[in-house]
């Protein structure tokens, strides 16, 4: 950076050379960190629901919702038309009582099926692939309420039991793993869980205490704290999102601070989650979809 940006703070004899050290430093720092900002800009919005809860995205560029009126998951492409849907409120296989959640992993969706205590696997067409619930044969764990559930690159799943606030872990076949976050995991328990995401390899977390983070033995990592109200998460390699009721904001991993990226006006009605894809963020509301395009 040339010196001669503040010529007159550089004279020799205005500043001692412990001075002019920091003044070097604290331009970098400011440097860096407008360097680092980001902003969001609308670049769009699609789909037509009653109530949307929860959504998310495939390779294919198709996008899954879970609808709580109708208790269907519904398919649609990025110009909002439906191209599939299924489910409807019920006990049997394929239907749901309560379904709160839905993500994808290749080209496998999961929906969490709350209150028939399951998670239900379809393709993404969604015709049903298999189901992880309790069962005679998993009698070891305890597994009530999920509120969530996501897929590792391993295909390794991982569950969010809402009633005993832990992760419960099950191999690619289905079969119980290990359960981690409980009760008895002293410092890294959570506290009032409501979102479980992949961060890369990572599991997190988003509870009372903020993002907890863990890797996919379960051993705790770090806990992130996050904005007041945060109801959502989100994260690429370098940045984590979350979404409240009035912002969108953004974690540097780079500079460890928080930005405000963008401010939700009544436009938005009843923010639900986010959801990154390349270079664009999606925000589902209770009745669309925006599209948001990345920049710095």
């Known amino acids: 950076m040339p010196i001669d940006i503040f010529p007159e703070l550089f004279i020799k004899g205005n500043l001692t050379v412990q001075k002019r050290k920091f003044l070097y430093t604290l331009i970098i720092l400011v440097f860096a960190?407008?360097?680092?900002?980001?902003?969001?800009?609308?670049?769009?919005?699609?789909?037509?629901f009653q109530s949307a809860v929860s959504f998310c995205t495939n390779d294919l560029n198709e996008f899954y919702i879970i609808d709580s009126?109708?208790?269907?998951?519904?398919?649609?492409?990025?110009?909002?038309?439906?191209?599939?849907?299924?489910?409807?409120?019920?006990?049997?296989?394929?239907?749901?009582?309560?379904?709160?959640?839905?993500?994808?992993?290749?080209l496998q969706i999961l929906v969490t099926d709350k209150n028939n205590h399951r998670i239900q696997l379809f393709d993404r067409n969604?015709?049903?692939?298999?189901i992880i619930s309790l069962s005679a044969e998993?009698?070891?764990?305890?597994?009530?309420?999920p509120i969530g559930a996501v897929r590792s690159i391993l295909g390794e799943y991982f569950i969010l039991d809402s009633e005993n606030s832990q992760v419960v872990v099950f191999s690619p076949s289905g079969g119980y793993s290990l359960t981690f976050g409980g009760i008895n995991s002293g410092a890294a328990a959570l506290q009032l869980p409501t979102k479980i995401r992949m961060f890369g390899?990572?599991?997190?977390?988003?509870?009372?205490?903020?993002?907890?983070?863990?890797?996919?033995?379960?051993?705790?990592?770090?806990?992130?704290?996050?904005?007041d109200g945060t109801i959502d998460i989100a994260s690429d390699n370098d940045n984590i999102y979350t979404l409240s009721a009035k912002t969108?904001?953004?974690?540097?991993?780079?500079?460890?601070?928080?930005?405000?990226?963008f401010r939700l006006t009544d436009d938005f009605s009843n923010?639900?989650?986010?959801?990154?894809?390349?270079?664009?963020?999606?925000?589902?509301?209770?009745?669309?979809?925006?599209?948001?395009?990345?920049?710095n």
């Open 201 to 227: 390899e990572n599991i997190a977390v988003l509870n009372a205490k903020g993002i907890s983070l863990f890797d996919h033995f379960g051993n705790a990592i770090r806990t992130i704290p996050v904005p």
């Open 248 to 261: 969108i904001n953004v974690y540097s991993g780079t500079t460890g601070n928080w930005q405000e990226l």
């Open 138 to 145: 998993n009698l070891n764990y305890s597994f009530r309420y």
């Open 69 to 106: 009126v109708s208790s269907n998951i519904i398919r649609i492409d990025e110009t909002g038309v439906k191209q599939k849907e299924a489910g409807g409120f019920g006990w049997d296989t394929g239907v749901f009582d309560s379904p709160v959640s839905v993500t994808s992993a290749t």
């Open 33 to 48: 960190t407008c360097s680092n900002a980001q902003s969001l800009h609308v670049a769009g919005s699609f789909g037509d």
């Open 271 to 295: 923010p639900r989650e986010l959801c990154l894809k390349g270079n664009s963020l999606y925000l589902l509301s209770s009745k669309s979809i925006t599209k948001f395009s990345l920049g």
């Open 126 to 130: 969604l015709i049903l692939a298999g």
